[in-house]
Each structure stands twice: as C-alpha cells, then as structure tokens.
C-alpha cells in the first residue's frame, strides 16, 4: 500500500501563517484577520469559502506587493527533504490549501519543489483589488472553499493509504476522511476532542521520522 500524503499550507508546509500575515498587511486596521471575522469563523458562524470573501474583500495591494511580501517567509526547511524521501519510497505528497495559490506555487517553487502537486483557492488581482476564486469548491462540502476531503477520496480512489497533515480548522474536512492524521495546534486538540487518533508532530522533522517507521512496517 502506498501512502498519499496531503499537506496544509499555511502553519504546516509553511511554519507561519502567510495566508493570515497578508490580510493582516493589507487590510485596514489589520482587519482582515481582526478577531470579529475570525471569531465568526470559530463559531461556524462563517463557513471558510466565506471567510476567505470576507476577508479578500478587506484586501488592497497589487500582485507585485503581495508577491514581495509573501517572498518574506519560507518553507519548514525540513519539508523538501521529506518529499524527496517520501517519493523515493513510492509514496505520494500533494499540498491542499485553504490559503491562495499564488504564495503557494512560488514559495514551492523557491524550495525546488515547483513539481510538488498543489490545490489551493485562485487569487484573481485587478489592480488593488483581490477577487478569489474556487476551483474546487463544487464538489466539496458547501463550507469549504477548497475541501481537503474531496482531495482525500481522489487519492484513496487511486489506492493510496491516506495522510492528513495539517495545524488549523480548514483541516478538519480532510481529517474526518482521511486513514490517518498527523496534528498540530488547532487540529491535534480538535481530534483530541472528535476522539479522531492523531499523531503530534512538530516540524517535517517529526513528520518524517513518524512516516519512516510507517514505510519500515509495510516491508
Ligand atoms: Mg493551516
Ligand atoms: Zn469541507
């Protein structure tokens, strides 16, 4: 059996949330990511496709400024070591993202990881103005913008043993559906109360070690 795993982005792949850094930046007052609209959002109040509306709504900088920005973080330097060893065994990873593929595909490209798959939301800039869009959102469970269990099934479909790796609320689609499930933050103390078996890790560090001994039982 060959694993799939499927990695959040933003405070997974990429230890800072860079996703919240930039509507933070670019909103007014910080507003984006302002405690009202993202308390909404904890209280389901708010479903994430509409939060991420909301928050694009609140948004004015240019893909240039956004881009410089972004460029400002970096990848979990653990984390392209881990994808070449994981497809050197014959597994599989893909990231799933609630955040915006720009970031996404260029922080992947600047860590040499530019063949790495990625879903995530579509950032569409007119001027200042950031407009989102959701490719995925159809098939998905109506509240998420881009459903990571949708992404789960299509790996289970192709016969892959299913990952989540994730840190936050946006995971929880996908670690609903998924055979098994790496957590931190938000999302380990989730599963801990859905009763949902989740390993703790740190970094890409952990997380490697975690599915080394997996690869060394299936032998
Ligand atoms: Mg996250
Ligand atoms: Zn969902």
């Not at 209280?43 to 939060?51: I, K």
């Not at 909301?54 to 400002?72: I, K, M, Y």
């Not at 952990?206 to 001994?213: F, K, N, S």
Request: charged share 30%; proline share 4%.
């Amino acid at each position: 059996m060959r694993f799939a795993y499927l990695c959040d982005f933003d405070g997974t792949v990429s230890p800072s949330d860079i996703g919240a850094a930039l509507a933070k930046r670019f909103s007014p007052d910080g507003r984006a990511e302002g405690a009202e609209l993202l308390a909404r959002w904890f209280r389901g109040e708010l479903g994430h496709r509409e939060l991420t509306e909301a928050q694009c709504g609140l948004l004015s900088v240019t893909a240039e400024e956004a881009l410089a920005f972004t460029r400002g973080f970096a990848l979990d330097p653990h984390f392209a070591p881990f994808v070449r060893e994981a497809e050197s065994r014959g597994d599989a990873v893909m990231v799933l993202s609630e955040g915006l593929d720009f970031y996404v595909a260029d922080q992947l490209g600047r860590a040499g990881l530019a063949g790495v798959p990625f879903a995530a939301n579509v950032a569409r800039f007119e001027g200042r103005r950031v407009v989102p869009e959701f490719p995925y959102a159809a098939e998905g469970c109506g509240s998420c913008g881009n459903c990571k269990a949708v992404h789960v099934r299509r790996w289970r479909e192709r016969g892959h043993a299913t990952v989540l790796v994730g840190d936050g609320l946006s995971d929880r689609c996908g670690a609903r559906e998924a055979d098994r499930v790496l957590a931190r933050r938000d999302l380990l103390a989730w599963c801990r109360t859905e009763r949902i078996a989740a390993d703790p890790f740190e970094s890409f560090q952990d997380v490697a070690g975690i599915t080394r001994a997996w690869a060394d039982g299936r032998r």
